[in-house]
């Protein structure tokens, strides 16, 4: 099984800062064994960027990530379907390796034809590259189960190639690998927190905003998992939540996330956009000495009688 973690863009300052973008590809490889990328998504606030900005922004990652990179999925989802085929076929021209999809959510389809109807037109548009579909069901606000999405998708979608699920129900997720068995499609999950659990379901991949800076832990329970050690793949996954759990109590979202990101990489992230709000210096100030008190940061000085910190 192939399992890897994948990061997130986020778009540095309000005017984005392409110019850091190298480094961070170099940040992923190097720092946290994260060689796949999931490009203008949730915690890069894709659907808060003009079209022309995420066009800048998905060719800054495929020109940096060039032979450093396995893959650059580049989402395209758009209330526009218009808009989103263009940048399907934008992500073909610049050598993307895979486009993603998120349901349209202010005019919103109500069954599964309309949706795959939706998510067929925008593949069309780039008939060369896979497709992912993007369930993400909190966010979206439709609920159309990802099971029924994938009943019979791959002969409305040629270039079907997997499901992105970032969603709780292990029920659903764990019938979309079921029910398809006999193909070859990636399962990607997308709730940092409960990823050994999905493993154990038949989750491929990962893909979330934490793989960011806990990439490098998060491998390590992907490897035990691999060599069947299930005791330590849960020790690991469990220091991963006392993380989370941390700090989805002080409220936790795309704006903490660039703020811990920041202290981590020590590469700037800067402020999210409205209407997002900067995460505040208390939260960054817990979430940074829980990062210690766990080991997270890689300054040692806690190590003596830190009771908490995960091996
Ligand atoms: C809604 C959201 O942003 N989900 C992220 C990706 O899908 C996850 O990576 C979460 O940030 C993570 O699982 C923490 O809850
Ligand atoms: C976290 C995630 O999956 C996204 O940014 O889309």
Partial sequence: MDCLG???????????????????????????????????GTTGEGLSLSIS????????????????????????????????????QHAAEIGADGIA??????LKPWNKDVLINFLK?????????PFYYYH???????????????DGIQEKIPTFQGLKFS??????????????RQRQFAFLFGVDEQLLSALVMGATGAVGSTY?????????MLEAFERKDFSSAL????????????????????????????????????????????????????????LRSLDFLSFNDLKDGNLEACS
Avoid at 19 to 34: A, C, H, P, R
Avoid at 121 to 129: C, I
Avoid at 136 to 150: C, D, F
Wanted: proline share 5%; charged share 20%.
């Fill in 6 to 40: 994948t990061s997130l863009l986020h778009p540095p300052f309000r005017e984005i800062n392409f110019s850091v973008i190298g480094q961070y590809v170099d940040y992923l490889v190097k720092e946290q064994g994260v060689k796949n990328i999931f490009v203008n």
């Fill in 53 to 88: 900005e995420r066009r800048r922004v998905a060719e800054e990652w495929v020109t940096k990530g060039r032979n450093k990179l396995d893959q650059v999925v580049i989402h395209v989802g758009a209330l526009s379907l218009k808009e989103s085929q263009e940048l399907a």
């Fill in 101 to 106: 999809v998120i349901a349209p959510f202010f």
């Fill in 121 to 129: 037109e925008v593949a069309a548009a780039a008939p060369a590259l």
């Fill in 136 to 150: 993400i069901p909190a966010l979206t606000g439709v609920k159309i189960r990802a099971e029924e999405v994938l």
């Fill in 167 to 180: 969603d709780t129900d292990l029920l659903d997720f764990g019938q979309c690998v079921d029910q398809n």
């Fill in 212 to 220: 960011n800076y806990l990439g490098k832990k998060t491998n390590q």
């Fill in 235 to 290: 020790n690991h996954q469990f220091c991963i939540q006392r993380f989370i759990n941390f700090v989805v109590k002080l409220g936790f979202g795309v704006s903490q996330t660039k703020a811990i990101m920041t202290l981590v990489s020590g590469i700037p992230m800067g402020p999210p956009r409205l209407p997002l709000q900067k995460a505040s210096r208390e939260f960054t100030d817990n979430a940074e000495a829980k």
